[in-house]
């Protein structure tokens, strides 16, 4: 999983190879836990686009779970 472009601006792409034609839960979370943004992808292609989201500027974690337990993690900068 790759995350791009990172820093971001609040628009926020997942680049997936590896997990194509599966489901996947997308959690992004502030440094301090708090979830900013939760989504089941289902069917995933090679490429995800998240809603533009109005985050303030810091640190985040993106979260990539996959239904067999597998789990990612991606550090992304918000700098609006």
């Known amino acids: 999983v790759k995350v791009y472009p990172n820093p971001s601006n609040g628009r926020i792409n997942i680049s997936c190879e590896a997990i194509k034609n599966a489901s996947v839960w997308l959690t992004l ?9 939760k989504s089941l992808k289902t069917e995933v292609t090679n490429h995800i ?8 500027n810091g640190e985040y974690i993106l979260e ?3 239904f067999d337990g597998t789990r990612q993690y991606e550090k992304i900068v918000i700098m609006n």
């Open 29 to 37: 979370s502030s440094v301090t836990g708090e979830v900013a943004y």
């Open 49 to 56: 686009a998240l809603p533009d989201l109005d985050l303030p």
């Open 64 to 66: 990539v779970t996959q």
